[in-house]
T-cell receptor, first 113, second 114 residues
Framework: AQSVTQLDSQVPVFEEAPVELRCNYSSSVSVYLFWYVQYPNQGLQLLLKYLSGSTLVKGINGFEAEFNKSQTSFHLRKPSVHISDTAEYFCAVTPSNNRKLIWGLGTSLAVNP | NAGVTQTPKFQVLKTGQSMTLQCAQDMNHNSMYWYRQDPGMGLRLIYYSASEGTTDKGEVPNGYNVSRLNKREFSLRLESAAPSQTSVYFC?????????????FGQGTRLTVV
């Protein structure tokens, strides 16, 4: 069975510092990978996705993620965070053989001044 | 373009009461989903509908029923609410005919059962 592990439940960081939110997955088939962001009291929205091609993908708001097949990881990074990046971040995968979204438990990013 | 619209945004129920959460999407998506979100537990799939006329159970279907009324609308019903159903509920839709299974979410319904 497939699974997604977000290695940090909470990440506190100071404004303008770099951040990395870690995501690992387990799957016996190829997968498509997603990061979603949930701002306080809102629904989730897509931040970025990896379907194929270049393993470095860029998303909205200056975020990027790198797909590492050998390490089965899809870590999210931003070189300099803003207060407005404070949110919950979810990693998700879709196995190529069943199209279902499998979710991580989320990482709460708190950006402090 | 409204995307995914959920109603109501907030609701307080007494134990044993029933209610229906409404969801509609205007993106012509085939697939629709109901999730619940609880602290520390991420998103858990309650029910999904791969296409109009079909529904399937997700991880946590007990205590819920769904109706895929047409391609646009997918409702979630709590027949006899319990405090354990206090949660934030999200409806989502996606187009799974293609590789890209990006899901679009509504704003959520905050339900409290007392």
């Amino acid at each position: 069975a497939q699974s997604v592990t977000q290695l940090d439940s909470q990440v506190p960081v100071f404004e303008e510092a770099p951040v990395e939110l870690r995501c690992n997955y387990s799957s016996s088939v190829s997968v498509y990978l997603f990061w979603y962001v949930q701002y306080p009291n809102q629904g989730l929205q897509l931040l970025l996705k990896y379907l194929s091609g270049s393993t470095l993908v860029k998303g909205i708001n200056g975020f990027e993620a790198e797909f590492n097949k050998s390490q089965t990881s899809f870590h999210l990074r931003k070189p300099s965070v803003h207060i407005s990046d404070t949110a919950e971040y979810f990693c998700a995968v879709t196995p190529s053989n069943n199209r279902k979204l499998i979710w991580g438990l989320g990482t709460s990013l708190a950006v402090n001044p | 373009n409204a995307g995914v619209t959920q109603t109501p945004k907030f609701q307080v129920l007494k134990t044993g009461q029933s209610m229906t959460l409404q969801c509609a999407q205007d993106m012509n998506h085939n697939s629709m989903y109901w999730y619940r979100q609880d602290p520390g537990m991420g998103l858990r799939l309650i029910y999904y509908s791969a296409s109009e006329g079909t529904t399937d159970k997700g991880e946590v279907p007990n205590g819920y029923n769904v109706s895929r009324l047409n391609k646009r609308e997918f409702s979630l019903r709590l027949e006899s609410a319990a405090p354990s159903q206090t949660s934030v509920y999200f409806c989502a839709s996606s187009e799974v005919d293609r590789i890209n299974t990006e899901a679009f979410f509504g704003q959520g319904t905050r339900l409290t059962v007392v």
